[in-house]
């Protein structure tokens, strides 16, 4: 037998306390890095106006449309297309943070997407699970849709709304 494989291999003393000491430490640098994450339940305006939404039609893969950076000045880049009345548009809603990473729905994360208050409730219907927005004209006329990314009982942040049309 070859002397290296004839003694049992024993990690030293000082190995044995450095794993548990080395994860413990890992374990402290990653809760002080996620606190600095745009994920907070406290959002400050720097936070919101670095953030993005890109709409993407799920059936292409094509990127409608985005807003970036959200904010009071947000306006979106693209459009939705015209629907025909009976049409349904499934849209992926991506929202991205400061660095330009998806932020991912699920974990206590959605989308939700609203008419606007002035927007008529008979043009458009909207269906929201999880990270997909489905959108199906009723009939003809426009609507205002703003997207929100949500998490527990509220809202995080919200995009500017973004026009549609139903023809007939």
């Not at 008979?122 to 949500?150: H, K, R």
Request: proline share 7%; hydrophobic share 40%; glycine share 10%.
């Amino acid at each position: 037998m070859h002397p290296i494989h004839s003694r049992p291999s024993r990690p030293r003393q000082g190995h044995r306390t450095f794993r548990p000491l080395l994860s413990l430490l890992l374990s402290g640098f990653l809760l002080v890095a996620c606190s600095d994450s745009p994920m907070n339940d406290e959002w400050d305006d720097d936070i919101i106006q670095g953030l993005a939404v890109e709409l993407l039609d799920r059936a292409t893969g094509e990127r409608l449309a985005r807003a970036d950076p959200l904010g009071s000045e947000a306006e979106w880049e693209g459009s939705l297309p015209d629907l025909e009345a009976g049409q349904e548009l499934v849209l992926d809603v991506l929202w991205f943070d400061i660095e330009g990473d998806v932020i991912p729905a699920g974990a206590g994360r959605w989308v939700d997407a609203r008419l606007t208050e002035d927007s008529g409730s008979e043009v458009l219907s909207l269906t929201t699970p999880g990270e997909t927005v489905e959108i199906l004209a009723m009939e003809a006329g426009e609507a205002q849709v703003a997207f929100y990314l949500m998490e527990g009982d509220g809202e995080l942040v919200g995009s500017p709304p973004i026009g549609l049309r139903v023809l007939d």
